[in-house]
């Protein structure tokens, strides 16, 4: 069974706008963290944020806020003031309980349009 | 911040030669490391957990006779495609985790084309 959903394969968005990056999950364990990073066409992996499941505010990092909502398991990214190099594609990711390895999502490719 | 460092950046190696990526972390000490691949337009696919001193721990599905994994210290990982073919043509990227609810860093990825 799939861990991680983002059924977005691509957004647009015009710049100074926010968007909305929807990111789903399925887990049965109680403690588990979710992460959201960037990959410009480069390659490297850009950590934007991160919510742990016991953490009681969504997580914020400047532009980037995290709307959990965890009866409903879902950890939408909100990038607001949309920047022309936040184009990119943006993986949710979930790490359970106390293993390390991280599980992504299939991605959505943004893009942001002056 | 911490950093985890990837070499080669791209690689073109032959059909049936072998090569070696590695992974450092620079300031920090990494038991674990980790190692990705990806497809063009794909997401990152777990191929195996990098343990410091022991085995392996490959994901079903990954060939650990084709894909050698060594983590030889506290702060190297190399990951060995052997006997490279084109279907083994990818984005190979390796990350390390800093510690427990922290995010895990990730090297700057490495591009093999085997010809």
């Known amino acids: 069974a799939q861990k991680i959903t983002q059924t977005q394969p691509g957004m647009f968005v015009q710049e100074k706008e926010a968007v909305t990056l929807d990111c789903t999950y399925d887990?049965?364990?109680?403690?588990?963290?979710l992460f959201w990073y960037k990959q410009p066409s480069s390659g490297e992996m850009i950590f934007l944020i991160y919510?742990?499941?016991?953490?009681?505010q969504n997580a914020t990092e400047g532009r980037y806020s995290l709307n959990f909502q965890k009866a409903r398991k879902s950890a939408n990214l909100v990038i607001s003031a949309s920047q022309l190099g936040d184009s990119a594609m943006y993986f949710c990711?979930?790490?359970?309980?106390?293993?390390?390895?991280?599980?992504f999502g299939t991605g959505t490719r943004l893009q942001v349009f002056p | 911040g911490a950093v985890v460092s990837q070499h080669p950046s791209r690689v073109i190696c032959k059909s049936g030669t072998s090569v070696k990526i590695e992974c450092r972390s620079l300031?920090?000490?990494?038991?674990?490391m980790f190692w990705y691949r990806q497809f063009p337009k794909k997401s990152l696919m777990l191929m195996a957990t990098?343990?410091?001193?022991?085995?392996?721990?490959?994901e079903q599905g990954v060939e650990k006779d084709k894909f050698l994994i060594n983590h030889a210290s506290l702060t190297l990982s190399t990951l060995t495609v052997t006997s490279a073919h084109p279907e083994d043509s990818s984005f190979y990227i390796c990350?390390?985790?800093?510690?427990?609810?922290?995010?895990?860093?990730f090297g700057q990825g490495t591009r093999l084309t085997v010809v």
């Open positions: 300031d920090f000490q990494a038991t674990t």
């Open positions: 990350s390390a985790p800093l510690g427990e609810n922290t995010e895990a860093f």
């Open positions: 887990t049965s364990d109680p403690s588990y963290g």
């Open positions: 990711a979930m790490r359970e309980g106390s293993t390390d390895k991280l599980i």
């Open positions: 990098s343990n410091e001193g022991s085995k392996a721990t490959y």
């Open positions: 919510q742990g499941s016991y953490d009681q």
